[in-house]
Nanobody
Framework: QVQVVESGGGLVQSGGSLRLSCEAS????????IGWFRQAPGKEREGVGC????????WYADFVKGRFTISRDNAKKTVYLQMNSLKAEDTAIYYC????????????????WGQGTQVTVSP
């Protein structure tokens, strides 16, 4: 069964950094697109960034460009979300998701979701 598990969330001050991990289970990581999404209280879930399957191309939402970076380690079966220059508005639950066929980076394009990890950025 395809599973992804997020880790690495926590509390950080504004301007700080965190690295989230998304560990893949029961599937070959490079055969799946992986997306990072977030949901703040009272808001809809939104895309943060995605990495494609075979060629590892990345896409980022405008609000994180230049601050967040997605990378993939196939040997460790893990995708990372490096978050720098964090702002209070980045506070949310962060989710990773996997999909075998999508070329898009939208919430509805992904089939397999993790449980999320909380990121809190203090002002």
């Amino acid at each position: 069964q395809v599973q992804v598990v997020e880790s690495g969330g926590g509390l950080v001050q504004s301007g700080g950094s965190l690295r989230l991990s998304c560990e893949a289970s029961e599937f070959t990581l490079e055969e799946y697109a992986i997306g990072w999404f977030r949901q703040a209280p009272g808001k809809e879930r939104e895309g943060v960034g995605c990495i494609s399957s075979s060629d590892a191309r990345t896409w980022y939402a405008d609000f994180v460009k230049g601050r967040f970076t997605i990378s993939r380690d196939n040997a460790k079966k893990t995708v990372y979300l490096q978050m720098n220059s964090l702002k209070a508005e980045d506070t949310a639950i962060y989710y990773c998701a996997a999909d075998h066929t999508t070329v898009f980076c939208g919430v509805t394009a992904y089939e397999h979701w993790g449980q999320g990890t909380q990121v809190t950025v203090s002002p």
